[in-house]
Nanobody, 122 residues
Framework: QVRLVESGGGLVQAGGSLRLSCAAS????????MGWFRQAPGKEREFVSV??????TYADSVKGRFTISRDNAKNTVYLQMNSLKPEDTAVYYC?????????????????WGQGTQVTVSS
């Protein structure tokens, strides 16, 4: 059974930083597309950043502030979030695909974590 487990969310002031982790179990995702989406109250789930063997892709809203990375030995993906803004407040979900193709559409992802709350206060 494949599981994605997120951690690292929390409450932070605007301008602060958080680091999210997503640990996968049940299969190996090295090189596969794996990354992060977020969903704020009353809004649709949106693309944040995904990494595959070819590198990372970012939403325009987080470029220059967020950095995605992975540790294949640990089957884990990270999201370093700096210069956080109140509009970054959302539940952040880890997602993965069975191949290395990066899509911005969340419906293209086969595997999902349970989510971790990120709250940025002004």
């Amino acid at each position: 059974q494949v599981r994605l487990v997120e951690s690292g969310g929390g409450l932070v002031q605007a301008g602060g930083s958080l680091r999210l982790s997503c640990a996968a179990s049940g299969r190996t995702f090295s090189g596969n597309a794996m990354g992060w989406f977020r969903q704020a109250p009353g809004k649709e789930r949106e693309f944040v950043s995904v990494i595959s063997w070819s590198g990372g892709t970012y939403a325009d809203s987080v470029k220059g502030r967020f950095t995605i990375s992975r540790d294949n030995a640990k089957n884990t993906v990270y999201l370093q979030m700096n210069s956080l803004k109140p509009e970054d407040t959302a539940v952040y979900y880890c997602a993965a695909r069975s191949d290395n193709i990066i899509y911005m559409n969340p419906e293209r992802y086969n595997y999902w974590g349970q989510g971790t709350q990120v709250t940025v206060s002004s």
